[in-house]
């Protein structure tokens, strides 16, 4: 979860799921998903590739 993000509601957030600022999540979110938007949205299915940098280094 990034700053200013809020899940509102009874909601279920899954593992490994990256929340960007500022987002507003009012839906469950599944496993392994990048979500982002005012209300959030999934943006990619695959949040390995977040923390993973050029030289395979994790964050």
């Given at each position: 979860m990034f700053p200013g993000s809020k899940v509102?509601?009874?909601v279920h957030v899954g593992k490994n799921v990256v929340i960007a600022a500022n987002s507003v999540v009012i839906n469950d979110i599944?496993?392994?998903?990048?979500?982002?938007?005012i209300p959030a949205r999934i943006l990619?299915?695959?949040s390995s590739s977040f923390f993973i940098g050029r030289n395979n280094v994790v964050f």
């Open positions: 509102v509601g009874n599944p496993d392994n998903c990048i979500v982002g938007g990619s299915e695959d």
